[in-house]
């Protein structure tokens, strides 16, 4: 039985990739930080489950800034594979807290990787690199573009991408970088674009919500779906060389465009529901992002199947059914 180490699994992406690795027969262990809440939701169907938690699912209470605990998991379980995906992860919030963002999306990376290197644990090592990395890098972006970020997630992003690039050279590390694009879902956090927008869609639609407060319209992000994207960083770690991978979807959409797509569901016309609030607004705006994914395509045989449109839907169908849900419950 294979062992797999994830930091930040009750992400987003933590939560997806703990079920596929489960799913795989994994023994899957999980870093949370220590706090007066439990934040486990994403995963608590996961830990509900007697034959899974405790018996293939274990959580470890650890933080991306104490690199001496780090060292002493590594140690401990011994994983096979470890999935860096904690992060302070919002790039608008960076720019507030840009300290704490480097700390924990760029320092916290290097602890990692030197917790790996002093342990001498023989496993492969992921990376969750951004496609904020590019930044002002003209579209379509692949993995010999330049890189130009404009935010400070994205500058910490870059310092992990090469820290890791740098353990592989230095310390023949099986490490891979996956840059990887938007990537949505139903379980994104409520303070994102695109699960706000289906919040208030659904929330409108059942007259609970009058409008949707948002920044900039014509960013235009090249969006994915996340249970998609993490079967492709599993798909890094079993490649028989390291390497570093883009995975997205070769589509560009605008954040107007998530809005006609969202609006749609409920046959409103979004210009009436929509007001421009500038406190959303980036100091340094990232304009255009659209991924060449043809590398991973041809080496490790991963392609999206889900873009935007569909993806509007998915997440609007399902924030009416906790809407409804709640309403049933009152």
Known sequence: MKKALITGITGQDGSYLAELLLSKGYE???LIRRSSSFNTDRIDHLMADPEIHEVKLFLHYADMTDGSRLVTLIAKIAPDEIYNLAAQSHV???????????DTAGM???????AVRITQVNCKFYQASSSEMFGGTPPPQNEESPFSPRSPY???????YWMTRNYREAYGLFACNGILFNHESERRGDTFVTRKIAQGVAKIAQGEQKKILLGNLNAIRDWGYAPEYVEG???MLQHNEPGDYVLATNTGYS????LKFSFAEVKLDWEK????????????EVDNLIGDYSKAKSVLNWQPSTLAPQLACLMVQHELQ?????????
């Not at 916290?108 to 030197?114: D, F, K, P, Q, S």
């Not at 994205?154 to 992990?160: E, N, Q, R, V």
């Open 92 to 102: 608008r919030v960076s720019f507030d807290e840009p300290e704490y963002t480097g």
């Open 233 to 235: 960083m599993w798909r």
């Open 273 to 284: 529901y929509v007001e421009f609030d500038e406190r959303y607004l980036r100091p340094t």
């Open 255 to 258: 954040v107007r465009d998530f």
């Open 322 to 330: 906790l809407v409804a849900g709640k309403q049933q419950l009152t």
């Open 108 to 114: 916290g990376t290097t602890r990692l990787l030197e």
């Open 154 to 160: 994205g500058i910490a992003k870059l310092y992990s």
């Open 28 to 30: 899957v262990h999980g």
